[in-house]
């Protein structure tokens, strides 16, 4: 199984995550863009994922939400900037129980060779930011969608 790469430099308001995978640009644009698909590896394994809106197209708004075993809902809402393409995806991001503190994130597909190197960048307001990110699990989170994105794109690659 690849390796999930994460860059946090010190004093830099961004997060850099990058994985390659054994899979086409288009089943990971696929992967990132089919709410069907997103709920199946977006967030840890221990929670649920619940799409309430998703109108993928420049200025479309997003939210869904994630449930643990006790009900409690931690939902994340933003706008999408730009049209969604194998280009990229753009769109802000916000943690509905921090308001105001909006992040801007990129997803890149580079295809290697029948590959497909990911590239997730996250742009904070400021470092406290991130770093309140970092501490609240994100590493730890993006691994493990990382490796669910992973699992997801094989299952999907043997019914292909």
Do not use: C
């Not at 961004?14 to 709920?39: C, G, K, N």
């Not at 190197?117 to 493990?144: C, K, P, Y």
Request: hydrophobic share 40%; glycine share 10%.
């Amino acid at each position: 199984m690849a390796s999930t790469q994460i860059i946090a430099e010190l004093g830099v308001p961004q997060i850099v995550v990058t994985r390659e995978f054994d899979a086409s640009p288009e089943l990971l644009f696929r992967a990132h863009t089919d709410p069907d698909l997103l709920v199946q590896w977006l967030g840890p394994r221990q929670l649920t994922m619940t799409i309430d809106h998703f109108d993928l197209r420049d200025g479309g708004r997003w939210r869904y939400a994630h449930w643990d075993i006790d009900g409690n809902e931690y939902g994340f809402h933003g706008v999408f900037h730009g049209t969604p393409s194998l280009a990229g995806i753009v769109q802000t991001f916000e943690f509905e129980g921090l308001p105001g503190h909006v992040s801007m994130g990129t997803v890149a597909f580079e295809e290697l060779g029948g590959k497909t190197l990911l590239t997730q960048n996250m742009v904070f307001q400021s470092v406290e930011d991130r770093d309140r990110e970092l501490q609240a699990g994100l590493t730890e989170g993006a691994i493990e969608s990382m490796d669910r994105l992973d699992e997801l794109l094989s299952r999907l690659l043997l019914v292909s």
